[in-house]
């Protein structure tokens, strides 16, 4: 999904429960077109108190997210270098087994199946 179209529905969705949250608790009666001072301070009250835990929440959540992230990005790192580590040292056993090798001055046989060892008599 688009990113802005996600950011677009999740406001809408938050904009609608602060809507409902705020007018079932804040109108009592439906005899007027405008809202009675005290509704209007009511919805005023509860819009405020929403929008202020709203952020309180997404600081929370930001935070929380920001430790998360760093904490697998330090992990991902330290895989990395274990990985790499390890990879150096298959490496020198390799050049080691190379190297002695080479100083024993033997080459690696294959030894020839039997069936093909028949023929080669003379």
């Known amino acids: 999904m688009d990113p802005n179209l996600r950011n677009l529905k999740d406001f809408l969705t938050l904009y609608n429960k602060v809507t409902e949250l705020c007018f079932s608790r804040c109108v009592d009666n439906l005899n007027q077109r405008e809202l009675g001072g005290q509704e209007d301070t ?59 090798a080479v100083t024993a001055g033997t080459s690696v046989l294959t030894p020839i199946p039997p069936a093909a060892s028949g023929n080669l008599s003379m």
């Open 42 to 100: 009511c919805v005023d009250r509860c819009v405020t108190k929403f929008a202020r835990f709203n952020q309180s929440m997404m600081k929370v959540y930001v935070d929380v997210q920001t430790t998360i992230n760093t904490k697998r990005m330090q992990e991902v790192e330290e895989n990395a270098r274990k990985l790499e580590q390890q990879r150096k040292e298959d490496r020198q056993k390799e050049e080691q087994i190379e190297k002695e």
